[in-house]
């Protein structure tokens, strides 16, 4: 038997999960930060919580006789992804990104492309008084100087209590949304722009495509670069990958 660890907290690496579990002679354990409250179901065995770090990552990979490591967190959780790289490194151990394509600028597109949230804050047109902010909940803080915005904050779970937010409303809801739903809320909460990050994939992409139907614009963080490594943009790719060093 191998040993996969799964470094989780997106759709892809739930569905990771439940494909890799029927390759026969692999033993799949899936990893979650933990930020997330109420996360998607997975199958196989799964841990909560951080490593503490690369050293931490590399004493757990070592300890649990960790064989092969797929890293399918967020696109913009940089750090983990990081610590995955130096880990498998020093364990000596194949290591892969699963990392879902990002969006492409579409000529109808209104893109404001931003590197940072805090640029994003500062890059929202000065006529955008009401705010579509679709960044999850970790990196709200800067927002709360919008005090002359309201500001629609969408996240599965709710922000931190001791994070001051600007004016507005807080919406729980996750994924994927239709296109007739986002334009439903953005006409409804009447916004005048949207700050997103460029996460990719399917399950919210319709925000965009109903901010580039009514015109609007989006302040778009781009992701960081990601470490030297291989790569793929789907589970079945993540699948080959495993078959190939399993079977």
Same mark, same amino acid.
């Given at each position: +038997?191998?040993? $996969? *660890?799964? $470094? =989780? /907290? #997106? =759709?892809? =690496?739930? %569905?990771?999960? @439940?494909?890799? &579990?029927?390759?026969?002679?692999? %033993?799949?354990?899936? @990893?979650?930060a933990g930020r997330t409250i109420t996360p998607k179901s997975l199958v196989g065995a799964v841990r909560i919580g951080g490593f503490g770090g690369e050293a931490g990552l590399v004493e757990y990979l070592q300890a649990e006789q960790i064989d092969l490591l797929i890293d399918a967190t967020h696109p913009f959780a940089t750090k983990i992804s990081e610590n995955a790289a130096g880990a498998a490194r020093k364990v000596g151990i194949p290591w892969l990104m699963l990392i879902r394509p990002r969006w492409e600028r579409l000529p109808q597109d209104n893109w404001i492309e931003v590197e940072s949230v805090e640029a994003a804050v500062m890059a929202i047109p000065t006529g955008a008084k009401r705010i579509f902010v679709t960044i999850g909940r970790q990196q709200l803080a800067p927002f709360a100087s919008l005090t002359d915005k309201w500001c629609l904050i969408r996240s599965i779970d709710p922000p931190d209590s001791v994070i001051l937010l600007p004016p507005g409303e807080v919406l729980l809801d996750r994924g994927p949304f239709s296109l007739d739903q986002e334009l439903q $809320? $953005? !006409?409804?909460? !009447?916004?005048?722009? &949207?700050?997103?990050?460029?996460? /990719? /994939?399917?399950? #919210?992409?319709?925000?965009i495509i109903a901010?580039? %139907? *009514? /015109?609007?614009?989006?302040? +778009?963080?781009? !992701?960081?670069?990601?470490?030297?490594?291989d790569v793929v943009t789907n589970v079945s790719g993540a699948i080959k990958w495993l078959i190939d060093r399993v079977c």
């Amino acid at each position: +038997m191998k040993r $996969l *660890l799964i $470094l =989780g /907290g #997106t =759709g892809d =690496g739930v %569905e990771l999960a @439940s494909q890799a &579990i029927n390759i026969p002679k692999l %033993e799949v354990i899936s @990893s979650l930060a933990g930020r997330t409250i109420t996360p998607k179901s997975l199958v196989g065995a799964v841990r909560i919580g951080g490593f503490g770090g690369e050293a931490g990552l590399v004493e757990y990979l070592q300890a649990e006789q960790i064989d092969l490591l797929i890293d399918a967190t967020h696109p913009f959780a940089t750090k983990i992804s990081e610590n995955a790289a130096g880990a498998a490194r020093k364990v000596g151990i194949p290591w892969l990104m699963l990392i879902r394509p990002r969006w492409e600028r579409l000529p109808q597109d209104n893109w404001i492309e931003v590197e940072s949230v805090e640029a994003a804050v500062m890059a929202i047109p000065t006529g955008a008084k009401r705010i579509f902010v679709t960044i999850g909940r970790q990196q709200l803080a800067p927002f709360a100087s919008l005090t002359d915005k309201w500001c629609l904050i969408r996240s599965i779970d709710p922000p931190d209590s001791v994070i001051l937010l600007p004016p507005g409303e807080v919406l729980l809801d996750r994924g994927p949304f239709s296109l007739d739903q986002e334009l439903q $809320l $953005l !006409r409804d909460y !009447r916004i005048d722009a &949207i700050v997103s990050k460029n996460s /990719g /994939g399917d399950a #919210t992409y319709a925000k965009i495509i109903a901010a580039r %139907e *009514l /015109g609007l614009p989006v302040v +778009m963080v781009q !992701r960081s670069i990601v470490p030297n490594g291989d790569v793929v943009t789907n589970v079945s790719g993540a699948i080959k990958w495993l078959i190939d060093r399993v079977c």
